[in-house]
């Protein structure tokens, strides 16, 4: 597996376990539609599904792990949010949370980002 991959793999661990430690439960993890795919779907109230987009780096020099969510990507995720909503007969509402890991082997910052992006 390439260095890239092991790195957003434990990433999206230590995603999985910061929003544990707040009160969150983990509903699944890599939920995939079409050319998108969820990273971590949870929830800590009972009226929100919380889907959750896991940005990894080791190093912030080209920017913050954050700035990488684009657009496009924005619309990815809304559509397999959707799916996911449909699929499992949800009706809650839904929120969009970035969660930014910088992990190397000095630092393991981790930033939630709650509300990152509202669907369109």
Do not use: C, W
């Not at 890599?30 to 190093?59: G, H, L, P, W, Y």
């Not at 000095?106 to 509202?118: D, G, L, R, S």
């Amino acid at each position: 597996m390439a260095t890239h991959n092991e790195l957003g793999k434990i990433g999206e661990q230590l995603a999985v376990e910061h929003l544990l430690r707040n009160g969150y439960a983990i509903l699944e993890r890599n939920f995939v539609f079409d050319k998108a795919e969820i990273d971590i779907v949870a929830q800590k109230e009972a009226d929100t599904v919380v889907m959750v987009e896991v940005k990894t780096r080791n190093s912030d020099f080209f920017g913050d792990p954050q700035e990488f969510v684009t657009k496009n990507k924005i619309k990815l995720l809304v559509k397999a949010a959707n799916e996911y909503m449909i699929s499992n007969e949800l009706d809650q509402e839904v929120r969009f949370d970035i969660i930014a890991v910088l992990k190397n082997e000095k630092v393991a910052k981790i930033q939630h980002f709650e509300n990152a992006f509202y669907h369109f």
